[in-house]
């Protein structure tokens, strides 16, 4: 169950000062996410390899990640310390408003900033 963009636009909204990042938006529907965010000089839309992704999100100092465990382990292992982690607070009962499943973040030490979905 896909997370609506309205999920990415709150997101992208606290980040303090959005236009000083080099944003890497990584998805399999790059032209459909380039389309909906247009062109802005310090968005950058790729498709990879997984691998390579992977590596992307592991090395990132700020992640606004989807409710896959591709992102959820890639945030897991990211090498940042302070790293910034932006997660849907429900994973995959945002639709039903509830959380779900329970305690998916708990004891990660992440600097999480949980957003109401």
């Known amino acids: 169950m896909s997370l609506p963009m309205s999920y990415y636009e709150d997101c992208l909204s606290k980040i303090n000062d ?34 390579i992704d992977f590596q992307i999100i592991k090395n990132a100092d700020c992640l606004i990640i989807a409710n896959s465990s591709f992102s959820w ?28 499943p329970l305690g998916i973040y708990d004891g990660l030490g992440w600097n999480m900033v949980h957003i109401n979905y």
């Open 73 to 100: 382990w890639g945030a897991f292992l990211n090498e940042k310390k302070n790293a910034e982690v932006f997660a849907p607070k429900k994973w995959l009962g945002f639709k039903v408003t509830q959380e779900f």
């Open 18 to 51: 959005l236009s000083q990042y080099y944003i890497m938006v990584l998805s399999d529907d790059t032209e459909f996410v380039r389309s909906y965010f247009g062109s802005r000089n310090n968005f950058h839309y790729e498709k990879n390899l997984e691998i």
